[in-house]
């Protein structure tokens, strides 16, 4: 049996930029990212019960946090993952309210000209999130930008920045505190938004192999019993 390649011309590479910007792989490059995050939060979870079953290594493990020695396991490229999890879920939810962003040859600017920005990806999106949920995007946001790929941020004031209350915080989102759960939730529910999106979607938004075009073969007389 012949083996058809697909004929990868420029009217499939169309096709397909089309077909991968439809809120369905928004909510399948989402997913992943949750997932990969749950992995690595489940495997160190794990691993912080049985650390924090001597007082001795805790207080070591507290200090040499403190001193900027170790950081809490590897909680933050955990974190990386969800915020890119809630950036995708979130344009996700644009394209899949106005289909008409879909364009062939680039995205559109409010899904590429935001800079990881996800208080302005909402609010140019017209999602509707209460404040809580806001200043957690913002936490998520520096996580993208630096907290989860770099030791510092480009700027001095980006490491604590003051929030409209006039309050100092850590830009990233807390250890101990409950911005981890609160992530989880947050991302749940865009997934919920998300998900009625993608109805009747389904079958268009498959990747299409372009086959080569069959050759017909000869059917070959049998021969005549005289």
Known sequence: MAIRFPIFDDQYVERQFIQLQRPLFWWKKARDLAEAAEI????????????EKGRRYRRMIMRGIWQGIIHPLNYEPAHLLYALAVENTLKGIIVGCDNNLISPKKLASI???????????????????????LALLDKLTATIKWVG????????????????????????????????EDTRELYRRLDAMLKPLLRDMYSEDVLVMPERPRRHKRKRSKPVEQ
């Open 40 to 51: 690595i939060l489940r495997s160190h979870d794990r691993t912080k019960q049985d650390q």
């Open 111 to 133: 899904i590429k000209d935001t800079r990881h920005d996800l208080r302005r990806i909402c609010q140019d999106g017209k999602i509707d999130l209460p404040a809580s949920d």
């Open 149 to 180: 790929r770099y030791p510092a941020p480009f700027q001095e004031k980006d490491l604590m920045p003051v929030d409209p209350a006039g309050k100092r915080d850590y830009a990233g989102l807390s250890y101990w505190g409950t911005d981890r």
